[in-house]
Protein backbone atom coordinates (compact mmCIF):
# COMPACT_ATOMS: atom_id res chain seq x y z
CA UNK A 1 0.00 0.00 0.00
CA UNK A 2 1.37 3.26 -1.10
CA UNK A 3 0.88 6.73 0.72
CA UNK A 4 -0.93 7.89 -2.19
CA UNK A 5 -3.28 5.23 -2.01
CA UNK A 6 -3.59 6.72 2.34
CA UNK A 7 -3.83 10.15 0.82
CA UNK A 8 -6.48 9.54 -1.36
CA UNK A 9 -8.72 7.70 1.26
CA UNK A 10 -8.13 10.19 4.06
CA UNK A 11 -9.15 12.75 1.20
CA UNK A 12 -12.32 10.45 0.03
CA UNK A 13 -13.23 10.79 4.01
CA UNK A 14 -12.44 14.38 4.97
CA UNK A 15 -14.70 15.23 2.06
CA UNK A 16 -17.34 13.19 2.84
CA UNK A 17 -17.50 14.97 5.94
CA UNK A 18 -17.44 18.28 4.50
CA UNK A 19 -20.19 17.19 1.46
CA UNK A 20 -22.61 15.92 4.20
CA UNK A 21 -22.01 18.82 6.39
CA UNK A 22 -22.87 21.55 3.78
CA UNK A 23 -25.59 19.45 2.54
CA UNK A 24 -27.00 18.76 5.66
CA UNK A 25 -26.73 22.58 6.38
CA UNK A 26 -28.90 23.34 3.78
CA UNK A 27 -32.14 21.92 5.62
CA UNK A 28 -31.78 23.27 9.44
CA UNK A 29 -28.94 21.66 10.62
CA UNK A 30 -29.09 20.20 14.01
CA UNK A 31 -26.90 18.36 16.39
CA UNK A 32 -29.05 15.35 15.60
CA UNK A 33 -28.12 15.25 12.38
CA UNK A 34 -24.07 14.57 13.31
CA UNK A 35 -25.09 10.68 13.42
CA UNK A 36 -25.38 11.26 9.58
CA UNK A 37 -22.40 12.86 9.11
CA UNK A 38 -20.98 9.95 11.20
CA UNK A 39 -22.72 7.04 8.85
CA UNK A 40 -21.25 8.87 5.70
CA UNK A 41 -17.70 9.38 7.12
CA UNK A 42 -17.67 5.51 8.06
CA UNK A 43 -19.34 4.50 4.72
CA UNK A 44 -16.84 6.16 2.80
CA UNK A 45 -14.07 5.13 4.63
CA UNK A 46 -15.38 1.31 4.34
CA UNK A 47 -15.22 2.10 0.62
CA UNK A 48 -12.09 3.32 1.04
CA UNK A 49 -10.85 0.17 2.31
CA UNK A 50 -12.67 -2.04 0.11
CA UNK A 51 -10.63 -0.92 -2.77
CA UNK A 52 -7.42 -1.02 -1.02
CA UNK A 53 -8.35 -4.40 -0.16
CA UNK A 54 -8.99 -5.44 -3.17
CA UNK A 55 -6.11 -3.71 -5.26
CA UNK A 56 -4.24 -5.20 -2.63
CA UNK A 57 -5.20 -8.42 -3.42
CA UNK A 58 -4.77 -7.80 -7.62
CA UNK A 59 -0.82 -6.64 -6.77
CA UNK A 60 -0.72 -10.04 -4.69
CA UNK A 61 -2.77 -12.18 -7.75
CA UNK A 62 0.03 -10.34 -10.35
CA UNK A 63 2.88 -10.90 -8.65
CA UNK A 64 2.38 -14.86 -7.87
CA UNK A 65 1.17 -15.07 -11.83
CA UNK A 66 4.53 -13.34 -12.54
CA UNK A 67 6.20 -16.39 -10.30
CA UNK A 68 4.71 -18.81 -11.95
CA UNK A 69 5.25 -17.56 -15.32
CA UNK A 70 8.52 -17.50 -14.31
CA UNK A 71 9.11 -21.06 -13.31
CA UNK A 72 7.32 -21.87 -16.36
CA UNK A 73 9.37 -20.50 -18.64
CA UNK A 74 12.46 -22.21 -17.00
CA UNK A 75 10.78 -24.81 -16.66
CA UNK A 76 10.20 -25.35 -20.84
CA UNK A 77 13.66 -24.18 -21.28
CA UNK A 78 14.88 -26.89 -19.42
CA UNK A 79 12.66 -29.28 -21.76
CA UNK A 80 14.28 -27.32 -24.65
CA UNK A 81 17.65 -28.80 -23.42
CA UNK A 82 16.55 -32.23 -22.66
CA UNK A 83 14.76 -32.45 -26.11
CA UNK A 84 17.90 -30.81 -28.08
CA UNK A 85 20.27 -32.85 -26.28
CA UNK A 86 18.30 -36.14 -26.80
CA UNK A 87 17.78 -34.92 -30.76
CA UNK A 88 21.64 -34.42 -30.87
CA UNK A 89 21.74 -37.81 -29.55
CA UNK A 90 19.81 -39.52 -32.01
CA UNK A 91 21.13 -37.64 -34.83
CA UNK A 92 24.76 -38.51 -34.30
CA UNK A 93 23.77 -42.51 -34.19
CA UNK A 94 21.70 -41.75 -37.41
CA UNK A 95 25.25 -40.37 -38.93
CA UNK A 96 26.73 -43.10 -38.06
CA UNK A 97 24.10 -45.92 -38.93
CA UNK A 98 24.69 -44.15 -42.55
CA UNK A 99 28.10 -44.10 -42.65
CA UNK A 100 28.29 -47.60 -41.62
CA UNK A 101 25.65 -48.29 -44.05
CA UNK A 102 27.77 -46.34 -46.86
CA UNK A 103 30.28 -48.61 -45.82
CA UNK A 104 28.99 -51.64 -46.11
CA UNK A 105 27.55 -50.58 -49.38
CA UNK A 106 31.00 -49.79 -51.26
CA UNK A 107 32.54 -52.54 -50.49
Do not use: C
Not at 76 to 96: A, F, G, K, P, Y
Amino acid sequence: MEIRDILFSVVMVVSSFVLTYEWLGRFKYSPANALIILAAMVMVGALAGMILSVDMRLRKLDNMLEAKERSLRINIQSVENNIDSRVHEVLLRMDDVIASLDRTRYR
